[in-house]
Nanobody, 121 residues
Framework: QVQLVESGGGLVEPGGSLRLSCAAS????????MGWYRQAPGKQRELVAA???????NYADSVKGRFTISRDNAKNTVYLQMNSLKPEDTAVYYC???????????????WGQGTQVTVSS
């Protein structure tokens, strides 16, 4: 059984920083891409940043220059460093991983439970 567990959300003032972490655990053969999505109230879930196993990285235009995604393959963990946070960054942030479980021939998308990020003074 595979699980993604996020941590690091919370309340921060505009201009502040937060670091999100997401660890994948369980019977994992390999992990392809890992990423972060977010969903604000009344809006669709959107991609924030993604990183492949080959360290190819994509960012949403709205976070370029402020957010940095990284991963530690030895720990099956992906991070999102968020700087210069704005009120419009307020959302539930979800971790996602495309991975291949042990004993399975294809890869699947897995999601974390989400962590709330609130940017407010």
């Amino acid at each position: 059984q595979v699980q993604l567990v996020e941590s690091g959300g919370g309340l921060v003032e505009p201009g502040g920083s937060l670091r999100l972490s997401c660890a994948a655990s369980g019977s994992i053969r390999s992990i392809n891409a890992m990423g972060w999505y977010r969903q604000a109230p009344g809006k669709q879930r959107e991609l924030v940043a993604a990183i492949t196993s080959g360290v190819s990285i994509n960012y949403a235009d709205s976070v370029k220059g402020r957010f940095t995604i990284s991963r530690d393959n030895a720990k099956n963990t992906v991070y999102l460093q968020m700087n210069s946070l704005k009120p419009e960054d307020t959302a539930v942030y979800y971790c996602s991983a495309n991975l291949r479980p042990l004993g399975v021939r294809i890869s699947y998308d897995y999601w974390g439970q989400g962590t709330q990020v609130t940017v407010s003074s």
